[in-house]
Every structure is written in C-alpha cells, then in structure tokens.
C-alpha cells in the first residue's frame, strides 16, 4: 500500500506504507490457553480441598452467584464439640432448615419480602427474595440428636456434639 506525502518544498512523493505487527499474538488458542491458565490459577489458588474456605466464584464478573447469596460461616472445633456460627442477615428463624449427617451440616434458607406503599397517585412496591444452601463438611463425626442451635439477631449459632470415639477392648475367645 503507497501513501503520498507533501514535502517541504511543495513536491508530492510517494511512500511505501509498511503493515504492522500486533505486539501481542492474537491467534485463538493462545488466548485461550491463557484464559484457562487464569482460571485454574483461581480455583486451585486458596486451596480447592479445603472445605471451610470462603465459597468462590470461577466467573468473577458474576459475583451475585457465589459470595452474596452465601453465608459467612465460622466452624469451630473444641474438645467435646463442634460450633458452627453462621450470618443470615435478612432471614427470620422460620426461613432457614438445618439436615445433619454425621460427618456434614446443611444449611439452606429461603425468604421473600414484599413491601407496597401507596399514597394517591404514587404507588411503591418492591419484592426480595432470597434462597441459599450451604453444605459443610465437619471437622470430626457428630451426634445429631443431640445438636442445639441458636438464632438471634440474624446469626445462627449450632452446637454439635462429637460422636464418642468407641474404645478399643478386648474379646475373649471361648471354647468352640
């Protein structure tokens, strides 16, 4: 491709215009490979096997599908027990479920708010809603009939008492 340019004397010359490289490669699978680079990097960045991280997302420009739907919850292991405190802002008693296994907690909930305000001609009204499930595996086997759980204020607090651990004892053999 030719380009003319005036000089300084008035005369116009022709230059050749030369074609550019990118300075990045922009062939597809390099990209690619890239994108997917960056994805494990995330998913395997805060540890993948430890179950009392913070939930993530592998799509961070959606972040209304992984934290803001999820609770933050603390999970505590004493001596004798396991506490488990969870925040439930927006969430009354009645809403939320709690399924027990011996080795995991489940925690789900599900709201919904409708507020309408009406004054002649001006009308107001707004609908929220809200669903979770949170399943946490424990830190060591609990008893499940005996779990209490608390709620007060929008945290949920459960007590879960560890299963007894069976001691070791001996069988005597009898004669057969």
Same mark, same amino acid.
């Given at each position: ?16 215009? =030369?074609?550019?490289? @990118? &300075? ?5 699978? +390099?990209? #690619?490979? /890239? ?5 494990? *990097? ?13 939930? =993530?997302?592998?799509? @961070? &420009? ?5 934290? +803001?739907? #999820?609770? /933050? ?5 004493? *001596? ?97």
């Amino acid at each position: 491709m030719d380009q003319e340019v005036k000089t300084k004397n008035g005369k116009k010359e022709v230059q050749a215009v =030369e074609k550019t490289q @990118p &300075a990045r490669s922009l062939v597809p699978f +390099e990209e #690619m490979e /890239r994108s997917m680079e960056k994805m494990f *990097d995330r998913f395997f960045h805060h540890g993948w096997m430890n179950p009392f991280r913070e939930p =993530e997302t592998l799509f @961070p &420009a959606w972040p209304e599908f992984s934290k +803001e739907k #999820m609770p /933050r919850v603390d999970v505590i292991e004493r *001596d004798g027990e396991v506490f488990v405190r969870a925040e439930v802002p927006g969430y009354a008693k009645d809403d939320l479920n709690i399924s027990l296994t011996e080795d995991a907690v489940t925690l789900s909930g599900k709201t919904r708010h409708e507020e309408k305000e009406e004054k002649g001609s001006y009308h107001r009204m707004e609908i929220r809603s809200g669903e979770f499930s949170r399943t946490l595996r424990m830190p060591a086997g609990i008893d499940g009939a005996k779990a209490s759980a608390k709620f007060k204020d929008g945290v949920l607090e459960l007590t879960l008492p560890k299963l007894r651990k069976s001691e070791r004892h001996t069988v005597k053999i009898e004669k057969g």
